[in-house]
């Protein structure tokens, strides 16, 4: 699943901090930027950004100084919806219910998280780090509000549902190649087709019937521990 992406440019401007009135502008900017980014790969140049935004490269140049700066207030803002929408959509089921029916608009945010993990630069790296944090975090506040089964091993089940959700997406996507990443809300419509059922099937009654694969597993890892294998030599 890769679309051909723009020549990167380089700008390196100083920016200047924002006077309250340049906020509206900055965050439009910066919303087309995410877009573009989704649409055309983390090549897009900047010139590219301006003309999808309807305004000059120099105004970009004015808020963000350089292509990198833009990108990290990007990044900074998906994670921030992101963090939001699950936050949200785990303190109730009539919340997650609601964001779907209200989906069509994080299209472009999908397709930039999955831009993000075909990246392989430090950034693309270090926004997915970002997102396992994340989830890390707002998993633990649903297991304290009872959403959620508590784990033993917390950041580890963070790290495995977003990279299997989010690998499962790259997946399924590049199996169908007649789906435009450019077309967020179709994007959007298809992979909640193909995987909101089972998802949620598979959260509520996991797959195993008992607990024997754990427990074989937690005994398997006791006997390998340091501990057990010095206790076995000496006895």
Excluded: W
Excluded at 47 to 67: D, E, N, P, Q, W
């Amino acid at each position: 699943m890769r679309i051909a992406e723009a020549d990167p440019t380089s700008e390196t401007a100083a920016v200047p901090d924002p006077a309250p009135s340049d906020l509206t502008t900055r965050a439009r900017l910066r919303d087309a930027a995410i877009e573009c980014f989704a649409a055309e790969g983390f090549g897009a140049s900047v010139r590219t950004i301006a003309a999808r935004a309807g305004v000059s490269a120099g105004l970009i140049r004015h808020h963000f100084g350089s292509k990198d700066a833009l990108r990290a207030e990007c990044d900074d803002a998906v994670l921030e919806r992101h963090r939001t929408l699950k936050t949200e959509g785990l303190e109730s089921p009539a919340n997650a219910m609601a964001q779907l029916a209200e989906a069509d608009e994080h299209g472009a945010m999908l397709v930039y998280i999955l831009r993000s993990v075909q990246d392989g630069s430090p950034a693309g790296a270090s926004f997915i780090e970002h997102l396992i944090a994340d989830a890390a975090a707002y998993s633990e506040q649903a297991v304290a509000s009872g959403i959620l089964r508590p784990s033993l091993d917390p950041v580890g089940r963070a790290r495995l549902m977003v990279t299997q959700s989010v690998g499962g997406l790259i997946v399924m996507l590049s199996l169908h190649p007649e789906i435009d990443l450019t077309d967020f809300k179709t994007v959007l419509a298809k992979t909640f087709e193909q995987i909101a059922l089972p998802s949620i099937e598979l959260y509520t009654n996991g797959v195993f019937a008992d607990s024997t694969y754990l427990d074989q597993y937690l005994a398997y890892v006791e006997a390998q521990s340091p501990n057990a294998q010095s206790r076995t030599e000496q006895s």
